[in-house]
């Protein structure tokens, strides 16, 4: 008997979140009782029998006074249409699947002589008692190719309808969220289980002191933390500790957990764990039906649930309208930083005010201050399948405010003037409800007055991503106060909604004369051939015969195409350039071209719209107007232009940057944008806005990077420091907004340090192969993997800052860039000498850039996939690039090693056989028994035998029959007591081969009936034919082996 706590998976994982789901109000299904449910068919996700109950129970059609039935035929149908939703890929049908089950379907049904069409739910949404929530664990899924099952921990029904999933994972392993997180992700991919997704609104991966969320679909750097202020931990533990009911508690310990039963009867009283809120908070039925009717949305061909600052938003906004100040519903401002959903807050907030049913017709009208955040926000309500009218005109507005027909509205703000000034409307509704998008800005003090003359019983509810200035703290009153949670950029920040900013000064001449020029030119020479330089040289014997200003702006220029071009080109990753107007914006254009190191593209508003800080009176430049005639003959119109150039930004390859004024450098979402590069001066909002640009999270980006040639820190310390604290907010929630990068250049030293202190007993420092020999324990590799990427990472970030050059002696740089070198030689060889399987892509395109830019050699260092044994030319090029004969038995018993895992299943006494031997030989030389020759030996012919299937051990009837050859090491092992003959096994073995085969048709391994005749035949031999005396007992374990094996080897 145990006295001190598990960590095994079962114990502190899965059986304690199915004890949970029990008491909150979930019927455990046992998986035997789940198959049955699904008719015996592993390809089948829905429990149908239960379905079909409840599609009877939910479903009532009203006609003339009475209720009557769906008929059988239509509660068939109504199951098939459900089940049988041809794949279009995991999202669209997903959709599809959803919009069923929120939506239902309509059936023809003949009610006292008259045919008409009702409307049948699968879900009763309004009515939560009236659905039933089962829970069953490992249930057994058929991969899409047919040849084996996968079995996710635990899948939560409703309905008989497979709504969630969950992976648990003991807390002692190493990263337990990441693994559960990948093992979500691959069985969703299209050659595991996506018929299981197709039907799934959460997922979850639990470990006892960690859990995510996330919906079907959902990249592994989406997943979230769940938050909850207000959770009664009280009430918790006493649902947790509560006994669970003994039919529940007999069934779940009946069988595959009946051998720690006892050890859960004693246990005593325990505290909420994180896996325990995050199932209670997530997962009771009353929340999972919430956020899957409420908070899941599908934005262009994405999934997305909603994050917990948005679920609580949306929450409190419906709880606040539906309380009344003065006859009117009470409105507020909604404060939540850029970058975390603010967009997609708004829809969610969109769909359940027209779901909630205190209020009835409910219209949403959403105002910007700009066209193109109009046009971003109409688009995303379009994408997300909310059907919304823009407002064309003023005129328009008015006609659609007036018509009261559409319930979702999108328009500028200075069309309500327009409008206005056409026509006088008032509509009085108290169900319309205005959401006023960056609602802090100064020119909505007008606004609001013209919005309540159209609209003076409406509820107005503000967005802001920047906290408001103390002379705008009357905006938020005006809109009725803040509306909890207040969402910081610290609070993204930490929930990994948004990456931090790293911030650098760079080079500023702000007064540009012959000196600085000069100081500046000798700078960026310094790495060039003598060549480079007399070709630099020539084109700035043409610049200097220009003004002064452009002479800045080409040295920007150049600085900007040597950082982007060494430090992000090729990685993906791309950059903007915020300057003072649309004049300068060309002037950067032409540099960049003349360079010719990067791509580019200008994004300017129309010549007679003002940016930046052209005068008013000023006329467009000649350049400005030959610029837009030519976008305009190109693209028709500079909306198509946009939508291109935008499209092409975030999509394609080039154009690497684009050069902006002010279009772009507020609401604009690209999440690879990740630099900004900043020419002009920039204040309050609209600075805090544009380096938000860059701080949307993305694969393999750890930062956003802000480079200064104007100065701006300074002001963005000033528009910190003016900012109001409110309730529930303090200055520490605007820390953090910057790091400047010189903080995270100090921490290069420790993190090198770091990395060579796990080799701190290497004796002979010079000996490659003795680092290689002591990156043998796979725990070593990994710590030397997570401290040669963190130093990777900030190494990248040193180099590119003019700071590590000026601050840090060449000689120490230059250490710094060998040893790196040296590292990432060494992690490409213990990779290919292990035979790892190391997800590194996140990062590969930036280690890779690192090398080819700053580390000068003649070798190329690329990490490839290790090639597998069967490839035999491949692989022994491979192995013949291997130093010693260690380093290369390393690499066969390694990679065989792999292989092995990878076949197990297809035979399993086979690969058993060999996996000792091997194990036993790396033993072995680890222990000096035999020398590096015979260790290469060995391995070479345990290669050999495992690529070339022999085994000395095998009878000679079967060496051409690999199938029979693999049921003869199960049959061996299950009647060797009772007789010992190895040809009386290969026998049986051919004769059972025989049985299968004869059996076998098309997707046997499908059909349940097929596999019940080949196990019925399989045990009448056994127990017949063979004369061995085997029990029942004996029979059923050789031919669960057999028929899986069977189905691995004979799927077709």
């Known amino acids: 008997m145990m006295d001190i706590p598990s960590f095994k998976e079962d114990h502190i994982s899965q059986i304690p979140a199915l004890q949970l789901l029990v008491n909150l109000g979930y019927a455990y299904l046992m998986p035997d009782e789940a198959l049955i449910a699904r008719g015996g068919k592993t390809s089948n996700v829905i429990l149908e029998t239960i379905l079909e109950k409840q599609l009877r129970q939910i479903n009532k059609i009203a006609y003339k006074g009475s209720e009557y039935p769906f008929s059988n035929a239509n509660i068939t149908n109504a199951i098939l249409t459900l089940k049988n939703i041809p794949f279009d890929g995991l999202i669209r049908t997903n959709e ?27 879900i009763d949404w309004d009515e939560i008692s009236k659905n039933v929530f089962h829970v ?74 960690e859990a995510k969320y996330a919906t ?161 926000i109409w688009n995303t309500f379009k994408h997300c399948g909310m059907e919304p009218e823009k407002a064309k ?64 019983n409406a509820c107005y509810i503000g967005f802001t991503g920047t906290p408001l200035l103390k002379n705008e703290k009357s905006t ?54 003598e060549y480079q330089v007399a070709d630099l040289k020539k084109k700035f014997t043409k610049i200097e015969k220009i003004n002064l200003t452009d002479q800045k702006i080409h040295m920007i220029a150049y600085d900007v195409s040597e950082h982007f071009s060494k430090n992000w080109q090729g990685t993906g990753f791309k950059a903007q350039i915020a300057t003072d107007s649309k004049a300068a914006a060309l002037k950067f254009k032409k540099s960049l071209d003349e360079i010719g190191k990067v791509s ?45 150039v935008i499209a092409s930004f975030k999509y394609a390859e080039q154009p690497e940057i684009l050069i902006v004024v002010e279009k772009l450098l507020t609401g604009f979402d690209a999440p690879r944008n990740t630099v900004l590069y900043i020419a002009k001066s920039m204040k309050e909002h609209t600075l805090l806005q544009a380096i938000a640009r860059v701080n949307r999270i ?6 956003g990077f802000i480079l200064d040639y104007y100065g701006i820190l300074g002001e963005l310390d000033r528009a910190l420091t003016a900012y109001e604290e409110l309730s529930g907010f303090d200055k520490e929630d605007l820390e953090g907004t910057l790091i400047n990068i010189a903080e995270e250049i100090k921490t290069l030293p420790q993190k090198y340090a770091d990395l060579w202190d796990i080799f701190k007993a290497i004796k002979n420092r010079h000996d490659e192969e003795e680092y290689e020999k002591f990156l043998f324990d796979e725990e070593m590799r990994h710590k030397f993997y997570e401290k040669l990427t963190a130093f990777s990472k900030t190494l990248s970030i040193a180099l590119s800052a003019e700071k590590f050059y000026k601050d840090t002696p060449e000689n120490h740089i230059n250490k710094y860039k060998d040893d790196f070198k040296f590292f990432q030689k060494l992690r490409v060889s213990v990779k290919k000498r292990y035979a790892e399987v190391v997800d590194f892509k996140e990062y590969e395109n930036k280690i890779q850039k690192l090398l080819n830019t700053y580390v000068t050699s003649d070798e190329v260092i690329k990490i490839t996939d290790p090639v597998n044994i069967f490839d035999k030319e491949k692989f022994q090029k491979e192995v013949t690039k291997a ?170």
């Open 883 to 1052: 130093v010693g004969e260690a380093a290369k038995a390393d690499m066969i018993a390694h990679r065989t090693m792999r292989t092995i895992e990878e076949k197990y299943d297809e035979d399993p006494v086979f690969y058993e056989k060999f996996s000792k031997l091997l194990k036993k030989a790396i033993d072995d030389y680890r222990q000096s028994r035999i020398t590096d020759a015979q260790y290469f030996l060995t391995t070479s012919e345990i290669m050999d035998d495992v690529r070339d299937r022999k085994d000395s051990d095998i009878p000679e009837c079967l060496q051409d029959k690999n199938v029979a050859k693999a049921f003869y090491g199960i049959i061996y092992e299950g009647v060797s007591k009772r007789n010992d003959d190895k040809n009386v096994s290969a026998n049986i073995a051919m004769e059972v081969d025989g049985i299968i085969q004869r059996n076998r048709v098309v997707d046997w391994h499908l059909k349940t009936d097929i596999q019940n005749k080949m196990l019925n035949e399989i045990e009448d031999y056994l127990a017949d034919k063979t004369g061995l005396g085997l029990s029942y007992e004996e029979i059923d374990v050789i031919m669960e082996k057999i028929i899986n094996i069977a189905k691995r080897r004979y799927a077709q």
């Open 476 to 529: 938020a009153d005006k809109f009725g106060g803040f509306i909890q949670p207040i969402y910081s950029i610290n609070d993204a920040v930490a929930d990994k909604a948004v990456v931090p900013l790293l911030y650098e000064g760079r080079h500023v001449l702000q007064d540009v004369d012959q000196k600085p020029v000069d100081t500046w030119f000798n700078r960026v020479c310094e790495p060039l051939t």
């Open 600 to 644: 580019s593209e200008v994004v300017i508003s129309a010549p007679d719209d003002r940016e930046g800080y052209e005068d008013v009176y000023e006329e467009p430049t000649e350049e400005v107007l030959k610029f837009w005639k030519t976008i305009l003959k190109r693209f028709g119109s500079d909306a198509e232009y946009n939508k291109q």
């Open 96 to 122: 599809k699947i959803y919009d069923l089950l929120s939506l239902g379907k309509s059936f023809e049904e003949t009610i006292l002589g008259n045919t008409k069409s009702f409307d049948l739910k699968f």
């Open 136 to 209: 069953s664990e490992e249930f057994e899924v058929m991969q899409s190719d047919g040849k084996m099952h996968r079995r996710p921990d635990i899948v939560l029904f409703v309905n008989g309808i497979p709504f969630a999933v969950i992976e648990c994972k003991r807390p002692d392993i190493k990263e337990p969220i990441k693994e559960s997180v990948s093992q979500h992700l691959r069985n969703q991919t299209d050659e595991f289980i996506p018929g299981l997704f197709i039907y799934s609104q959460m997922l979850v991966a639990v470990s006892k002191n």
């Open 216 to 376: 079907a679909g959902t990249a592994e750097k989406f997943w979230a933390v769940w938050k909850e202020k207000g959770l009664n931990e009280g009430v918790l533990k006493d649902i947790i500790n509560k006994p669970i009911p003994e039919d529940h508690k007999a069934k779940i310990f009946s069988s595959r957990f009946n051998y720690v039963k006892d050890l859960f009867n004693t246990l005593g009283t325990r505290q909420a764990t994180e896996q325990d809120k995050a199932i209670y908070c997530l997962l009771r039925p009353e929340r999972l039906l919430e956020f899957s009717r409420q908070f899941v949305i599908f934005d262009c061909g994405e999934k997305k649930i909603a994050r917990h600052q948005q679920y609580f938003a949306v929450k409190n906004t419906i709880a606040r309208v539906c309380q009344y100040q003065e006859g009117k519903r009470k409105g507020g401002v909604i404060w939540h930083t850029q970058g975390s959903g603010k967009s997609i807050t708004m829809v969610m907030l969109a769909k359940a005010l027209t779901l909630c049913p205190a209020i009835s017709n409910p219209r949403v009208v959403i105002v910007t201050d700009r066209i193109d955040l109009d046009e971003q």
């Open 393 to 456: 005109t003023g005129a328009h507005l008015m006609e659609i405010l007036e018509r009261n027909k559409k319930s979702i509205i999108t328009s500028v703000l200075d069309k309500f003037q327009a409008g206005l000034n056409k026509r006088s409307l008032e509509v009085t509704s108290e169900n319309i409800f205005v959401l006023v998008d960056e609602s802090h800005r100064s020119q909505y003090g007008v606004a609001h007055a013209l919005m309540k003359k159209v609209l003076p």
């Open 698 to 703: 993305y694969e393999g980006k750890d930062y």
